[in-house]
């Protein structure tokens, strides 16, 4: 289960990057489709985490999945602790990031930053599915600060609105 859990968070992730750095080449179509489907893979596997843990009743997930520094036998690594709760704010999460990005497709139709949007909403929701799942404080942290920072990028998304820039700015500095 624990690729599924990583593929749950990794899927947005790969969307976003997609979107982000290829989004002139996918075009605007392509921009949308890989971001929706890796929101919706991660839907997807969040029911059949949902069904694992919760209908099922298996024992909840508590353990590191990688280990990214050791620094005097001080091992800092990422983990996921998936419990009953965290499987229903997965579904919740990734079933309102999938409506919204179907819903953006039509908002967003004449938008000239499309891919950067789809990639900002992407990258909000691997933030938050990294906030939902931590296990550690130090990655609890990383997620928080990562949805403040995306939150920002996309209440500025135009910047060339004064609006948006006094939101942001206020965003940023609350």
């Known amino acids: 289960m624990e690729n599924v859990y990583l593929t749950i968070v990794l899927a947005p992730l790969a969307g976003a990057l997609l979107a982000g750095l290829f989004g002139k080449v996918i075009g605007r179509s392509g921009a949308h489709w890989v971001t929706i489907l890796g929101v ?5 596997l969040s029911v059949v985490v949902f069904k694992y843990m919760v209908i099922d009743g ?3 997930f508590n353990g590191p999945v990688y280990t990214w520094m050791v620094s005097d036998g001080i091992h800092m690594q990422v983990g996921f602790l998936v419990d009953r709760l965290t499987t ?5 999460v990734t079933f309102v990031s999938l409506m919204v990005h179907i819903y953006t497709i039509g908002y967003m139709s004449d938008d000239p930053g499309y891919q950067r ?4 909403i ?3 929701t691997f933030s938050m599915l990294m906030l939902v799942m931590s296990n550690n404080f130090l990655q609890l ?3 928080w600060e990562a949805v403040g920072l995306v939150s920002y990028l996309l209440i500025g998304f135009w910047y060339k609105r004064p609006s948006a820039i006094y939101a942001n700015l206020k965003a940023f500095l609350v």
């Open 117 to 120: 949007f789809f990639s900002y």
């Open 141 to 143: 942290f990383f997620g």
């Open 58 to 60: 298996n024992e909840p």
């Open 40 to 44: 919706a893979t991660s839907f997807v």
């Open 122 to 124: 992407a990258l909000f």
């Open 88 to 92: 229903l704010m997965l579904l919740v």
